[in-house]
């Protein structure tokens, strides 16, 4: 049955505009005569004003790397190929640590800094509108020394370093126009010591050793927000395969995780068959490779990096733990393949993320997603603070609050048993196709699934998303059946679903260490399990 175009509720239309236009990747600056003005030092994000850049629009990453473990030391050369989107006469780009050259197109180009992480660059021409620039940029320096607004994005280990961290961790060790806006396709090139391993993002293209250095080559051909490229480099135990579908999968695991490293293996090694059940439910595997690593690190959480997630040891610190894989690899199709447009979409990663978890637990008969959510509402009381924060907008300091995750989900069982199972899962798979390899809002999610159930649904998420307190009708209880649901209350509360604790144990995927906000305002970032 073919449904009409239904126009979308005034909030779906009002949260579609809470992007400014300026903050647009593809939005053309002014220019100011013929000589061009200067790109925007922020890209237009209302969290973090000072992330990405405007003027410009990266399509690829090629960073040739070296890294020495025992010193911290990295060396890199960048080219960075863009498209100038105004009449440009200075640029910046977002990093931390110290340039030794830049060339624009060729020519050395005259660099400057300013703030915390902003490099301006001045080519030795205007830079004429809608035209390809190449952008080399040589630096070195150590990462875990680099502190922007207190704090550090890169992981010291035993072995090595990991660059993983959100909402940002290109700053300390690569130029970039550092904003989910702006994503590009990456080549990373590696040189480390022999018997050392440098694991990145995408497909392992070649291996090489010269003169006591192996070099590692990998890439990623579908477009990859800056946050979500990795590197770590350690003594990794490496395992690979290939999918019923042919893809690579490649997993990695330091060699010195001690007791944790069975349960992580348990975990990490059931990435394909968990990701074949998700193409179940969001669709096809939108990348070209797949996996996951586990350094030997002392932070909690976990992170979505595009194709190959970052797990902490102490994901696994009391056994295996599938769900914080399903958390992950679910961001594959929504976070990374569909990345938001704004840093308050944050919704739009992990209430997914969660509820993928959830619909995990129903497929292996711990507990439905229905279960789930009649046990999480009744978890917390009415005065909890857990309902003060709105995940449709949350703010910087609460981006990544439990209630993002939790409540964020329930939204999405009460969307289920609003528009019924049929519309609620051609939305979970449509979703992701309609807005493949790109960014959207909450906004653009809402219009989307009034699009496809034929509802009004902006009471459903001005509810659950929006609005500073605890919902007064249960996410199990139809509409219409207020009076039934009030009188209930006083029943026993609903039974623990038996996956409820596995679930609860990936809250720290959300303890990112993310700190505070290198000097862009950021709040307090994922330090608790899984984002």
Do not use: C
Not at 159 to 170: I, L, R
Not at 361 to 367: Q, V
Not at 379 to 402: C, E, M, N, S
Request: overall charge negative; charged content about 20%; glycine content about 12%.
């Amino acid at each position: 049955m073919r449904r009409g175009v239904l126009v979308p509720s005034a909030l779906a239309a009002s949260l579609l505009l809470l992007v400014p236009a300026s903050a647009a990747a593809g939005s053309p600056g002014r220019s100011s005569g013929e000589g061009g003005a200067p790109g925007a030092p922020g890209i237009g994000d209302p969290y973090y004003p000072a992330a990405g850049n405007g003027g410009y629009d990266v399509s690829h990453y090629d960073l040739r790397l070296k890294y020495q473990p025992a010193t911290d030391l990295l060396e890199g050369t960048a080219t960075i190929i863009a498209t100038a989107l105004q009449d440009l006469s200075r640029f910046n780009l977002d990093f931390g640590l110290t340039v030794d050259e830049v060339r624009v197109n060729g020519r050395t180009a005259a660099f400057t800094r300013s703030g915390d992480h902003e490099l301006e660059i001045t080519p030795v021409a205007p830079l004429p509108r809608n035209r390809t620039v190449s952008v080399v940029v040589r630096y070195a320096g150590k990462p875990s020394e680099l502190k922007i607004g207190g704090w550090t994005a890169w992981h010291r280990t035993p072995d090595g370093g990991v660059a993983a961290q959100e909402p940002a961790s290109a700053v300390w060790w690569f130029p970039s126009n550092d904003h989910p806006l702006d994503k590009a396709t990456f080549d990373i090139s590696v040189a480390v010591p022999d018997g050392t391993q440098a694991i990145s993002n995408g497909v392992l293209r070649s291996r090489s050793s010269r003169l006591g250095w192996t070099r590692w080559n990998w890439r990623s051909d579908r477009p990859q927000a800056t946050y979500l490229a990795t590197l770590a480099v350690g003594r990794f135990d490496i395992t690979t395969d290939t999918t019923a579908n042919g893809l690579p999968v490649l997993n990695a695991y330091s060699k010195d995780l001690g007791g944790d490293a069975g349960a992580a293996r348990a975990s990490v090694e059931r990435t394909a068959e968990v990701v074949e059940w998700l193409e179940g439910v969001f669709g096809p595997y939108p990348f070209n490779a797949l996996g996951g690593y586990v350094p030997n690190v002392t932070s909690g959480y976990a992170l979505e990096t595009q194709t190959r997630p970052f797990y902490s040891p102490r994901q696994f610190a009391v056994g295996a733990n599938v769900s914080v894989v399903v958390h992950e690899m679910a961001h594959q199709w929504y976070g990374d393949s569909v990345s938001v447009k704004g840093w308050e979409d944050i919704w739009v990663n992990e209430g997914f993320a969660r509820y993928s978890q959830w619909l995990w637990s129903e497929k292996e008969g711990e507990g439905t997603a229905q279960e789930l959510a009649d046990h999480v509402y009744a978890l917390h009381p009415a005065d909890d603070p857990f309902w003060t924060v709105r995940p449709g907008d949350p703010g910087p300091d609460k981006q990544f609050h439990l209630a993002v995750y939790d409540r964020g989900a329930l939204a999405l069982q009460v969307l289920r048993n609003t528009i019924g199972d049929e519309d609620f899962f051609a939305v979970l798979r449509g979703w992701p196709a309609e807005y493949a390899d790109g960014n959207a809002s909450v906004g653009d999610f809402v219009e989307y699934a009034e699009k496809v159930s034929g509802k009004q649904l902006a009471a459903l998420f001005r509810t659950w998303l929006y609005e500073a307190s605890k919902p007064a009708v249960p996410p199990g209880v139809p509409a219409g059946a207020v009076r039934a649901a009030r009188g209930a209350r006083s029943a026993a509360p609903p039974a623990e679903p038996r996956s409820y604790r596995k679930i609860a144990a990936t809250d720290t995927v959300h303890d990112r260490g993310h700190g505070q906000g290198h000097g862009r305002g950021q709040g307090q970032g994922h330090d608790q399990g899984g984002r």
